[in-house]
């Protein structure tokens, strides 16, 4: 059973760029191995992330996550079985806003800045998506698949 976890999180303490690349390595390298894939936003101290996966493996993913005192506010706001992943490209991808168009984030939002506790969990995934459709998403592919030709 795949489900697709949504969820925001505010870090406990400010998160240098070192340290956003240093959680993103250590995703893309377990996740492979637990099935999960996904993509991870982040402005700030404000995380937006999406996973994807079996159900254990994901709320296990979750539950890790949301007991880790680097962050607080854990909010899950979207949780739905899928019949296929939308972000199996990605074993854990990023989204640097800071190379956004500001105007992306305002047609979701009232404002151009990432804050996914003012809005639904239905705008939050439509941002995902217009991000990767956009090609916004930067990261290794998930080693699971072959490489594209």
């Known amino acids: 059973m795949l489900v697709r976890l949504l969820y925001a999180s505010r870090a406990a303490d400010d998160v240098s760029q070192e340290e956003l690349l240093r959680i993103l390595s250590q995703s893309k390298a377990n996740n492979p191995e637990s099935g999960i894939t996904g993509v991870l936003c982040s402005s700030g101290r404000i995380f937006l992330q999406v996973l994807e996966g079996g159900r254990m493996q994901v709320n296990g993913l979750y539950n890790h996550i949301a007991a880790d005192p680097r962050h607080q506010d854990v909010v899950i706001l979207c949780y739905e079985e899928i019949s296929e992943r939308k972000f199996s490209g990605w074993s854990m991808g990023l989204v ?5 168009n500001p105007s ?10 990432l804050d996914p506790y003012c809005v639904s969990g239905k ?5 995902f998506d217009e991000l990767m459709a956009t090609a916004s998403i930067m990261g290794q592919s998930n080693p699971l698949l072959p490489a594209a030709r």
């Open 104 to 113: 992306l984030l305002l047609k979701y939002s009232e404002c151009a800045t």
């Open 123 to 127: 705008a939050s995934m439509a941002l």
């Open 96 to 100: 640097n806003l800071e190379r956004i």
